[in-house]
């Protein structure tokens, strides 16, 4: 124990002595441990987030769309969605729908005087602030019934939006003139203001703060919808249920079943986990080379440490060193600049990955697993590549190394 300690205070001396070149031989090491950590730490903080997120509004939500894919010809006009198909699958599919819109997003620019901002115009049923989103009001009331029945002009605008175009969050009782669709506009009246939280989604497909206007409002003076925003009461099984409503509205839409096509949040969620660890794997393999490199740094300064040293071995076996003493000095040098490198690595991996996932708005979750996976593969990378300098070191003839100049 006592020659085990000894070993490691003349490693650290030797490393200490040699500053900038063990911090150099160490910086491969740091690299790719700090790409790994990273690279595992944002692609499971994504994940993690994502799940929550559909589990939480996107758990049993369906989009059914008219399928682009299909030549135009093929497509007719009665295919596109109206309230009348509302009303009819909400009678027909009573305990299976819990919540059903025809659905557009307008992209505008909005302006106040010198001031403008970007606007999301989006229609929705009433129930939609608690149902499918995880806004709040702050000012102001949400929707009613009687706003969708009465097809009342009125919105619940994001505070962001009216942040940027009147200086404060609360406009309730101002009045946005809107585009609607087919080049039309209309005035609405603003009842409610709320603060949204970005989630993931809104991140990657870089939509602008939304403001939120009954169905029935906005699509009295638009063209047809193209897509039905559903969501399917837990008891059901929302793909199941989603293919029964294509057949259902095919039969009284007289179209075609294959001009729709049936999307869910948990299928959008499958395919964005398949491509993050996709993605994953491939920066991975490219960190590990860099831990591969970082690892024959170490074994060529460790064999320009032996070739400087020579004597000192040479000194020390003929005063009753072993080859195992000789062996250990040298293998336990290499794996504390390899196990150095895996900790700073570590360190500047966790700070990165923190500060990518804030800028996502992802919630970082750190994985001990990656973490002691990679400061052991660095410990491994050590003893690997230090082991053949550390032989060469061991198998010196004493008395040709005391003659080494």
């Known amino acids: 124990m006592g020659l085990l300690l000894e070993n490691f205070k003349m490693a650290l001396s030797s490393i200490k002595s040699n500053k900038m070149r063990s911090f150099l031989t160490m910086l491969g090491i740091i690299i790719g441990i700090t790409s790994v950590i990273t690279i595992s730490t944002v692609g499971e903080s994504?994940?993690?987030?994502?799940?929550?997120?559909?589990?939480?509004f996107g758990k049993n939500r369906i989009i059914i769309h008219i399928n682009w894919n299909l030549p135009d010809s093929e497509v007719s006009d009665n295919a596109f969605f109206d309230l009348d198909d509302v009303e009819k699958i909400k009678d027909k599919f009573t305990k299976e729908v819990s919540y059903i819109?025809?659905?557009?997003?307008?992209?505008?620019?909005?302006?106040?005087?010198?001031?403008?901002?970007?606007?999301?115009?989006?229609?929705?049923?009433?129930?939609?602030?608690?149902?499918?989103t995880t806004a709040k009001i702050i000012y102001g009331r949400d929707f009613k019934e009687s706003d969708l029945i009465n097809h009342k002009n009125v919105?619940?605008?994001d505070s962001i939006i009216a942040t940027a175009l009147y200086g404060k969050a609360d406009i309730v009782g101002k009045v946005l003139n809107l585009e609607t669709g087919g080049g039309d506009r209309q005035d609405f009246l603003v009842i409610g203001v709320f603060k949204s939280e970005k989630t993931i989604f809104d991140n990657m497909n870089g939509n602008p703060p939304s403001i939120y206007a009954p169905y029935t409002s906005i699509t009295t003076g638009g063209e047809g919808l193209s897509y039905l925003d559903i969501k399917i009461n837990e008891n059901y099984n929302s793909e199941k249920e989603g293919k029964k409503l294509i057949k259902y509205m095919s039969k009284f839409k007289e179209v075609d079943p294959k001009t729709y096509e049936l999307v869910t949040l948990e299928e959008q969620a499958n395919e964005i986990n398949g491509m993050l660890s996709t993605m994953s794997m491939g920066l991975g393999a490219i960190a590990a080379i860099s831990l591969i490199v970082g690892g024959i740094g170490i074994m060529n300064i460790m064999l320009v440490s032996v070739t400087e040293r020579t004597r000192e071995i040479g000194i020390r076996k003929s005063i009753g060193a072993r080859k195992k003493d000789i062996l250990m000095q040298f293998l336990i040098e290499s794996i504390i600049l390899s196990a150095l490198g895996g900790l700073i690595g570590t360190i500047l991996g966790i700070g990165i990955s923190q500060i990518i996932s804030g800028l996502m708005q992802v919630d970082a979750t750190v994985s001990l697993t990656s973490i002691l996976i990679a400061v052991a593969f660095s410990t491994f990378v050590g003893i690997f590549f230090g082991l053949y300098p550390a032989n060469k070191a061991a198998k010196l003839n004493p008395i040709d190394a005391l003659r080494y100049e």
């Open 155 to 157: 919105v619940l605008v």
């Open 101 to 132: 819109t025809p659905s557009l997003f307008y992209k505008q620019k909005l302006t106040n005087g010198k001031k403008e901002t970007q606007a999301g115009l989006e229609s929705v049923d009433y129930t939609a602030i608690k149902e499918i």
């Open 46 to 56: 994504t994940k993690t987030t994502l799940n929550k997120f559909i589990s939480g």
